[in-house]
């Protein structure tokens, strides 16, 4: 057993931290001017797998960030171990600002938002036109969330040789939502790739939709099998099969901004997060008539003065009906 007398020193003394006695706890924060840049690819039990420079490093958020948390396509400052060797671990430092945020709850009574991807451009909505049934009240959802979160909307809809997709269309023409059809052939032979690949150049895309709409095997199709070889550190980490039902994975198309999100199958999307303030921002024919609104006005009230702007002849009233449809989808379930 150590004995401590006139001759021992600090090195002697074993303290314990974050105890109470010792010495002071500092709230100044390290800067890690010299950290290196990354890219949040993928998040799996508090391990985080970043690109840097071209590598898949895998990380832990430090302590110094405390409850924030860094999500896939967050940009990020890292140090320690930045080999991306097996066995080795970073320390993500800091979480820089965020360009976009797709978010949603739980549900719609639920007030804690989970971030589900940042710094992504686009939200590809993928749904079926039959088998299973489209949900529109679903896609409203996942609109309002694209447009309170700055992402901008692309329907691709799927498995058109069993249904029309005219109907589902002609739902959000006034939305003026750039779209995609595909059949179940053309997902199996790479053209649906082909096609789905000329909105997404020069973006960074997440992709959204419920299970059995053929999301998955879209993704698989857009990201080639040797870029996909390429990153196979980053499947070995999260498990490409567990990762298709619990957890965002960001893949590599052919430039180096692009980038494809592959989210987990979502069964609903609560909008209790969600400013109507930032949704109308969505629709910029409508924005000036919003001046003579009441403080707070949430645009579908009795006194909003859209009414009488868009009845004098300033916008469509069919643009005014979509903003209010999607608006309503924070007050309606997604079966009502």
Same mark, same amino acid.
Not at 36 to 57: I, K, N, S, Y
Not at 171 to 190: A, H, K
Not at 218 to 223: E, M, S, T
């Given at each position: 057993?150590?004995? &401590?007398?006139?001759?021992?020193?600090?090195?002697?003394?074993?303290?314990?931290?974050?105890?109470?006695?010792?010495?002071?706890r500092t709230h100044i924060r390290p800067k890690h001017e010299d $950290?290196?840049?990354?890219?949040?690819?993928?998040?799996?039990?508090?391990?985080?797998?970043?690109?840097v420079d071209g590598r898949a490093?895998? $990380?832990?958020?430090?302590?110094?960030l405390g409850r924030k948390a860094a999500v896939v396509g967050d940009r990020v400052a890292l140090v320690g171990d930045l080999s991306g060797t097996k066995d080795t671990l970073a320390r993500i430092v800091r979480i820089?600002?965020?360009?976009?945020?797709?978010?949603?709850?739980?549900?719609?009574?639920?007030? &804690?938002?989970?971030?589900? +991807?940042?710094?992504?451009?686009?939200?590809?909505? +993928?749904? $079926?036109?039959?088998?299973?049934e489209p949900r529109p009240r679903l896609i409203d959802r996942c609109l309002v969330a694209a447009y309170d979160g700055g992402l901008e909307p692309l329907l691709v809809l799927t498995k058109s040789d069993l249904a029309p997709p005219d109907k589902l269309l002609e739902l959000y023409g006034d939305l003026d939502i750039p779209y995609v059809v595909t059949s179940r052939d053309e997902l199996?032979?790479?053209?649906?790739?082909?096609?789905?690949?000329?909105?997404?150049?020069?973006?960074?895309?997440a992709f959204v939709g419920h299970s059995g709409v053929g999301k998955t095997t879209l993704v698989n199709a857009l990201v080639p099998q040797d870029r996909r070889r390429s990153t196979g550190h980053v499947n %070995?980490?999260?498990?490409?099969?567990?990762?298709?039902?619990?957890?965002?994975l960001a893949l590599p198309l052919s430039g180096e901004d692009e980038w494809v999100v592959d989210t987990p199958g979502v069964r609903s999307f609560g909008l209790a997060h969600i400013d109507p303030s930032r949704v109308i921002n969505a629709f910029p024919d409508l924005v000036p008539g919003t001046e003579g609104c009441p403080r707070a006005c949430g645009h579908d009230?009795?006194?909003?003065?859209?009414?009488?702007?868009? %009845?004098?002849?300033?916008?469509?009233? $069919?643009?005014l &009906?979509?903003?209010?449809?999607?608006?309503?989808?924070?007050?309606?379930?997604?079966?009502?």
């Amino acid at each position: 057993m150590r004995r &401590y007398g006139k001759h021992t020193d600090e090195d002697d003394i074993r303290s314990r931290p974050n105890r109470k006695g010792n010495r002071p706890r500092t709230h100044i924060r390290p800067k890690h001017e010299d $950290a290196a840049e990354g890219m949040v690819l993928t998040v799996d039990r508090g391990r985080l797998t970043c690109l840097v420079d071209g590598r898949a490093v895998t $990380a832990m958020k430090a302590r110094e960030l405390g409850r924030k948390a860094a999500v896939v396509g967050d940009r990020v400052a890292l140090v320690g171990d930045l080999s991306g060797t097996k066995d080795t671990l970073a320390r993500i430092v800091r979480i820089e600002p965020r360009a976009s945020v797709l978010r949603r709850t739980a549900d719609d009574d639920d007030p &804690y938002e989970r971030v589900v +991807v940042a710094n992504a451009d686009q939200l590809a909505i +993928v749904t $079926a036109l039959a088998d299973p049934e489209p949900r529109p009240r679903l896609i409203d959802r996942c609109l309002v969330a694209a447009y309170d979160g700055g992402l901008e909307p692309l329907l691709v809809l799927t498995k058109s040789d069993l249904a029309p997709p005219d109907k589902l269309l002609e739902l959000y023409g006034d939305l003026d939502i750039p779209y995609v059809v595909t059949s179940r052939d053309e997902l199996e032979n790479g053209d649906a790739a082909e096609r789905v690949r000329a909105h997404l150049r020069g973006r960074i895309t997440a992709f959204v939709g419920h299970s059995g709409v053929g999301k998955t095997t879209l993704v698989n199709a857009l990201v080639p099998q040797d870029r996909r070889r390429s990153t196979g550190h980053v499947n %070995a980490v999260t498990g490409r099969g567990r990762h298709t039902t619990t957890s965002a994975l960001a893949l590599p198309l052919s430039g180096e901004d692009e980038w494809v999100v592959d989210t987990p199958g979502v069964r609903s999307f609560g909008l209790a997060h969600i400013d109507p303030s930032r949704v109308i921002n969505a629709f910029p024919d409508l924005v000036p008539g919003t001046e003579g609104c009441p403080r707070a006005c949430g645009h579908d009230e009795q006194d909003c003065a859209l009414d009488a702007w868009v %009845a004098e002849g300033h916008a469509d009233p $069919a643009r005014l &009906y979509s903003l209010r449809r999607l608006l309503a989808t924070r007050d309606r379930r997604e079966g009502d």
